[in-house]
């Protein structure tokens, strides 16, 4: 402790610049709130855990049995199963993470009118803290993948760039969510619905050249597109469309750093009305 | 040396009925107009376009001081002066309107006791998440873990989760994490007026502890003898201004006095001016006449456990039967220990009146300890408060034999009759059993006692 540190605090209002040194100090806090919602989460629950495995993978025999058996919807080669497994993976993590983010500043009011912390650490504690049921879902993947004796290719090392981009997408709009929803509960609604109609404009449970051409490049435009066929690809060797998911995942980088910002502009009025 | 703490100009500006009116839906935000909603968004209020019209409210106004290193400053107030508002701008909660703070050294704040516990957690994992709110560092908890617990005497409990925790060791178990705090700075808000008396006394020895060891502290509290015994220096907040700057005993002298010039005294109080009053229709109270025994005026105090008579006069502004009128009693700390409402009268008035009216109100036997209390009266009307006056007087219970003994009652809020008698013990516990159950007798006794312990 060094008494040479010194901090004025003035009105705040406009633009803020993102303070990184702030964030680096308080980066135990972070942690502990990763720590303590992926302890609660399946708190007096009688499956526990499982209920990360059960929610994409009931989806995906539901899917398979409505889209694949009776609409005949195709998977361009793997068995459509796995196809559905591989999109909903990801999927459920962003949807699960912008539900949780968005509701997390409302849900910690008590914290955000009592103690100074970096308020971005609740909506990013809660996107982080779900990483750990999105690595049990890969982990069942991968015992389908054996099952259905699927090969992994050497694609699988993008799968990172792919993790990213949906940590980014999914921070980015639970950001601004949350930061919306402190003024405007409206979110709470919103969000379901949201959550529900990315679903058919994402392509999880059918390939993406279904999609016409000429909706192809606004397609790029939903980040989870990429998202979701670069998931494919990089665990079951799925071809991609790159131009579409090189788009997508410049849009994940630009919502991301859009929240960011955005969340700095409102933050300082949280504690006032929330 | 640079003072540690430098407040200058210090403002903050609510908007009354903000709350209410608040834009909660985008179809409100909508209805106010395109442009409106940005304006709500980027925090500009929406006033300027007359839409809504909000109150500005100066939570804190063009406050100066400045702390120095090692000073333990106790900020004293009554309700609303502000004090809770300057915390929260110390502690980074909220930002200022005007003006601006300057810290010089590491700052934690404990506004709230248990801060951001999580009732499904354990004791233990607990004290890890809430010292790293109140930004302790891993490393630092770890360290000072065994001494938190053995404050907070929960040990056999470090692995239940909190929310099977007796509110008890739930607020020593929370008090205990942010005791071990080591800032440079320990902001403090009320939250010694939680727990029971003896850990009171040992949060209060810990912050000693603490004031002692050179660190700065600063301290909000109704309770006087705290800060007398704890601070060096007091300011007094008064609507959001700093009224007076001193010696803590000078500061509480200068704030019970100002509290004093504002609630009536004597045995007759014209309610005109006294206290904090709301007159939500008008202001229809009158005054208050304390009687006690033989309708006397009183004049001196009341005796432990006399005779109470409190006339209550006000004016009705038309005709109707359903009025009523509350006193309510404080104690020196704030806290409302007895309230005396005329809806809990069985036998009930059902005329109709109008104009000028006396409540007569008899406590056949005040009970409560010595000290002075505040007289809050409320009238209302079909069930609306009406009218009422917080302060409005004041009222003194001396010290006196209540029991009989020659012994004053010193602790707790009130007395209670109480006999007392040994049980003959030479009965074999068999059939000391069947007496038991069949008197209830010892079970009561069992009681009384933890009651007077």
């Given at each position: 402790m060094s008494t040479?540190?010194?901090?004025?605090?003035?009105?705040?209002?406009?633009?803020?610049?993102?303070?990184?040194?702030?964030?680096?100090?308080?980066w135990e806090l972070l942690a502990f709130l990763v720590w303590r919602d992926i302890?609660?989460?399946?708190?007096?629950?009688?499956?526990?855990?499982?209920?990360?495995?059960?929610?994409?993978?009931?989806?995906?025999?539901?899917?398979?049995?409505?889209?694949?058996?009776?609409?005949?919807?195709?998977s361009d080669g793997p068995p459509y199963k796995l196809f559905a497994y591989a999109g909903l993976v990801p999927w459920t993590f962003f949807s699960a993470a912008i539900t949780q983010s968005s509701n997390s500043l409302i849900a910690n009011q008590q914290l955000i009118s009592k103690v100074y912390f970096p308020r971005i650490f609740i909506p990013l504690g809660a996107v982080l803290a779900l990483l750990l049921d999105l690595v049990l879902s890969l982990a069942l993947f991968a015992v389908m993948m054996i099952y259905y004796r699927w090969p992994l290719t050497l694609a699988v090392f993008w799968l990172p760039v792919f993790l990213l981009g949906a940590i980014l997408a999914a921070s980015g709009a639970g950001l601004i969510l949350s930061a919306l929803n402190v003024s405007f509960r409206d979110v709470?609604?919103?969000?379901?619905?949201?959550?529900?109609m990315g679903l058919f404009v994402t392509p999880v449970i059918y390939p993406e050249r279904y999609v016409p051409q000429r909706w192809q490049a606004l397609m790029g435009l939903n980040p989870m597109a990429g998202v979701v066929i670069g998931f494919r690809h990089a665990l079951l060797g799925s071809a991609a469309s790159w131009q579409t998911v090189c788009v997508s995942l410049t849009v994940c980088v630009l919502i991301f750093v859009t929240g960011l910002v955005i969340f700095r502009r409102m933050e300082s009025r949280f504690a006032d009305i929330i | 040396m640079k003072p540690i703490l430098e407040i200058r100009g210090l403002s903050k500006r609510y908007y009354l009925g903000a709350r209410e009116t608040k834009l909660d839906t985008f179809r409100e935000v909508l209805q106010r107009g395109i442009s409106a909603p940005f304006s709500a968004l980027w925090g500009k209020n929406g006033a300027a376009n007359g839409k809504i019209e909000l109150q500005p409210f100066w939570a804190l106004k063009d406050v100066n001081f400045d702390v120095k290193q090692g000073d333990v400053l106790g900020v004293i107030g009554r309700n609303g002066a502000g004090k809770s508002t300057l915390l929260k701008l110390l502690s980074r909660i909220t930002s200022p309107t005007l003006g601006y703070l300057t810290v010089r050294g590491r700052l934690a704040s404990l506004l709230e006791v248990g801060t951001g516990f999580h009732p499904e957690l354990t004791g233990r994992e607990n004290?890890?998440?809430?010292?790293?709110?109140?930004?302790?560092?891993?490393?630092?908890?770890r360290r000072h873990f065994d001494e938190i617990v053995a404050f907070a005497e929960v040990e056999r409990f470090l692995d239940t989760p909190v929310k099977h925790y007796s509110s008890g060791m739930y607020v020593r178990l929370a008090f205990a994490v942010a005791a071990h705090l080591n800032p440079e700075i320990l902001v403090i808000d009320e939250v010694l007026a939680v727990g029971d008396l003896s850990f009171q006394k040992k949060c209060l020895g810990k912050m000693g502890e603490v004031s002692r060891g050179g660190r700065t502290v600063l301290f909000v509290s109704h309770n006087?003898?705290?800060?007398?015994?704890?601070?060096?220096?007091?300011?007094v907040l008064h609507h959001g201004q700093l009224h007076y700057d001193g010696s803590a005993a000078d500061a509480i002298q200068y704030y019970l006095k100002s509290l004093s010039t504002k609630s009536g005294t004597g045995h007759l109080v014209d309610l005109d001016g006294v206290g904090e009053r709301i007159s939500r229709v008008a202001p229809l109270l009158r005054r208050i006449e304390f009687l006690t025994d033989d309708e006397e005026p009183l004049i001196e105090g009341l005796a432990?456990?006399?005779?109470?008579?409190?006339?209550v006069h006000f004016d009705l502004p038309k005709p109707m039967s359903n009025f009523n009128v509350g006193l309510g009693f404080n104690n020196s700390y704030g806290q409302r220990v007895f309230t005396a409402h005329s809806i809990f009268e069985p036998n009930r008035w059902e005329?109709?009146?109008?104009?000028?009216?006396?409540?007569?109100?008899?406590?056949?036997?005040?009970?409560?300890?010595?000290?002075?209390?505040?007289?809050?009266?409320?009238?209302?009307?079909?069930?609306?408060e009406a009218d009422a006056i917080e302060d409005a007087a004041k009222m003194t219970v001396l010290e006196s034999d209540f029991y009989g003994t020659g012994r004053v009652p010193w602790n707790g809020t009130m007395v209670l009759k109480q006999r007392w008698h040994l049980e003959q013990a030479a009965n074999p516990s068999g059939m000391d059993?069947?007496?038991?159950?069949?008197?209830?007798?010892?079970?009561?006794?069992?009681?009384?006692?933890?009651a007077e312990g």
């Open positions: 040479t540190f010194e901090q004025t605090i003035r009105p705040r209002s406009g633009w803020q610049p993102i303070d990184f040194q702030e964030m680096y100090l308080y302890k609660i989460r399946y708190r007096q629950t009688l499956l526990g855990g499982a209920w990360a495995l059960l929610q994409p993978f009931v989806a995906m025999l539901i899917f398979s049995f409505i889209f694949n058996r009776l609409t005949h919807v195709q709470k609604y919103a969000v379901p619905f949201m959550v529900q | 004290i890890f998440l809430n010292g790293a709110i109140l930004g302790m560092r891993k490393a630092e908890i006087m003898a705290a800060i007398e015994n704890l601070c060096s220096r007091g300011i432990i456990g006399a005779r109470l008579k409190l006339n005329a109709e009146c109008d104009g000028q009216q006396v409540l007569s109100c008899e406590i056949p036997s005040f009970t409560l300890v010595p000290g002075e209390y505040a007289v809050k009266v409320w009238l209302d009307l079909n069930g609306r059993m069947k007496s038991e159950s069949q008197t209830g007798q010892p079970e009561k006794l069992a009681r009384k006692s933890i």
